[in-house]
């Protein structure tokens, strides 16, 4: 089984809101919530996967010192093994947008469970709610 490593963050807002992104139609897990990231291209480190993406996902700049390694998700998947870790950023410069045709949401900690989600992004909620 192929593992794939991907990167995710938790940007808070000073209202300790947390960013969700909807996967859009057309992709994998179409419909289901997930923190901003992506897949880490060969010999990218992936705090700058994560900066990449964000910039691309998000129009937002994100400085590498404002990334804190919160926790990591692994998961099975039907036919790969995917591996993710998840970082804290409460300090970007903009605001964020839909820059992909997906919908994104402010959510509170105490309401993160209430939007469907990947399974491998599941286990990561207890970590942000003990954290917020």
Known sequence: MRVVLVV??????????VLLSKRPEGKALAGLWEFPGGKIEAGE???????????????????????????FASHAYDDFHLLMPLYVCRRWKGEA????????????????????????DKPLLPHLEDLL
């Open 8 to 17: 995710a963050v938790a940007l808070i807002d000073r209202d300790g809101r």
């Open 45 to 71: 480190r992936p705090e700058r996967a994560l900066i990449r993406e964000l910039k691309e996902e998000l129009n937002i700049d994100v400085a590498e010192s404002c990334l804190a390694p919160l926790t």
């Open 97 to 120: 947008e839909a820059m992909e045709g997906q919908e994104i949401k402010w959510v509170r900690a105490k309401n993160l469970r209430d939007y469907p989600m990947p399974p491998a």
